[in-house]
């Protein structure tokens, strides 16, 4: 009894530092291990934690970062803790036009040949859950904000100038841009194959589709820059190139047909077009681009500006679509298109003998020929379908493509039955995010493909007929 009281008042004195140093330091503990494990299944823009796509497989990517915890801080940063400071788009930006936008041009319509498929049943939750297996990533945009949720990893920086894309719709629209749910896929390659989803076409965006394909064409990342191959966004590119085309005159170029590329991607077509490689036979000149030597030396020998040598210029596809097709038509050459299979969401604006010359694969080397030929005797029509091409990429300005992107999501959102809410498992992607992954050279590219408030509202999308 006095043992006791002599003791009792005692040990909660030292006891309960004791218990609190001890379940703090556990707490610590438990909350470091919460973190590290919450970290190491954190997807990220530029591949953390993700795995490469399954249906097109390419090499894991190197990390700038060398120890594990500079990993798990720079993904807590940049995923966790920047988009909350960003500043948020209030609305204030948001404006009233003062005058219409004008109508829209002809192949926007394809906007809604590609939306066809929902036009009956809607796009329900259980057409982007079908879609989520084909996909890349998913981007809900709820309140002008945006959330990703990430599936596979992106090759190269697809994934983050696509996203920056979209994130620079906004900031060109601001508060216009409506709450959506969309899968994405970032490979060369459609997917959703019309006989096999006939029965539930399944909502999937891509850089491209082909007539076969659900797949719904979506503007590709090089228009805001592929740093990679130092090829800058478009708003800086296409005038750098028809500043190039004009240093030497249609006529005073070399009156054969170029390509330069890579053979080796599995494409017969490309296989072939090396047998078309005879100035006098075939008036064609096939050129090995070397990437690896290109690489070495910067890129400086492959500036696109200094390409527009020729009088023909030709477009053949490779693994699947290529991004190298606005690139062609943007010299005034008359671009020569092998039939092309895949259209990406431009290329359905393209008239045969008006903007570009189609060349027929099956005689390959006859055709270039001809096309050669032909416009070697009718000079001024030739000449004439080069400069369209180029006319008609000059009006593709970056800010065009900003109307597109929102006539296409417009529309989009205008089939979904449901409200998007972002999935738990998603994390906000800002543009402080992004420039937080971004290593210098994307950082450059990003920022210079900044937008602005658009002065008035987007072109008009013809009422369907
Ligand atoms: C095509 O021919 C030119 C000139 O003969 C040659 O320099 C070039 O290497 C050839 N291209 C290929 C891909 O073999």
Redesign the pocket.
């Known amino acids: 009894m006095v043992l006791r009281s002599k003791h009792t008042p005692r040990s909660p004195s030292y006891l309960l530092p004791c218990v609190l140093a001890l379940s703090l330091f556990s707490l610590t503990g438990l909350l470091l291990y919460k973190v590290d494990d919450v970290i190491s299944r954190t997807g990220t823009v530029v591949g953390h934690n993700l795995e490469p796509t399954p249906w097109h497989v390419f090499p894991h990517k190197p990390f700038d970062e060398e120890t594990r915890q500079q990993r798990a801080y720079k993904i807590l940063q940049c995923s966790y803790l920047t988009c909350r400071y960003a500043a948020a788009d209030s609305g204030e930006a948001r404006r009233k036009f003062p005058g219409g936008g004008g109508e829209c041009p002809d192949f926007f319509g394809a906007i809604r040949r590609d939306l066809e498929p929902w036009m009956e049943s809607r796009i329900t939750e259980g057409h982007v859950a079908g879609a989520q297996r084909l996909a890349a990533f998913r981007v809900v945009i709820v309140d002008g904000k945006m959330f990703v949720d990430w599936y596979y990893a992106c090759v190269q920086s697809r994934a983050m100038f696509t996203l920056w894309g979209l994130l620079q719709l906004m900031k060109r629209y601001p508060g216009k841009v409506p709450d959506v749910d969309m899968m994405f896929d970032c490979m060369d390659k459609p997917t959703v194959n019309r006989i096999e989803y006939q029965g539930m076409p399944v909502p999937l965006f891509r850089y491209c589709t082909t007539k076969e394909h659900f797949d719904i064409p979506f503007p590709d990342w090089s228009f805001w820059g592929w740093s990679e191959i130092n090829i800058r966004p478009w708003n800086e590119e296409f005038p750098d190139i028809k500043r190039g085309s004009q240093r030497i005159s249609w006529r005073n170029r070399v009156p054969r047909a170029y390509w330069k590329g890579n053979?080796d991607v599995s494409s017969p077509i490309r296989v072939e077009l090396?047998s078309c490689?005879?100035?006098r036979k075939w008036g064609a000149?096939?050129?090995?681009q070397d990437w690896d030597e290109a690489a070495r030396d910067g890129f400086k020998e492959s500036r696109l500006a200094d390409q527009c040598h020729h009088r023909y210029k030709i477009y053949a596809e490779g693994y699947a679509w290529s991004v190298s097709l606005k690139y062609i038509l943007a010299c005034d050459s008359v671009a020569l298109l092998i039939a092309p299979q895949y259209e990406d969401f431009f290329s359905r604006g393209l008239v045969p003998e008006h903007n570009f010359w189609p060349v027929d694969p099956l005689k390959l080397c006859p055709s270039i020929k001809y096309a050669v030929e032909w416009g070697n005797q009718h000079l001024e029509e030739a000449e004439a379908i080069g400069r369209r091409g180029q006319e008609f990429m000059e009006s593709l300005t970056i800010d065009r493509i900003y109307e597109y992107m929102f006539h296409l999501i417009y529309e989009y959102s205008k089939l979904q039955d449901f409200k998007p809410t972002p999935p738990p498992t998603s994390l906000e992607v800002c543009e402080e995010s992004l420039l937080c992954f971004a290593d210098e050279k994307q950082r450059a590219f990003l920022r210079r493909s900044t937008a602005s408030p658009a002065p008035t509202p987007p072109c008009n999308l013809k009422p369907p007929p």
């Open positions: 053979p090396l490689n005879h100035s000149q096939i050129m090995r």
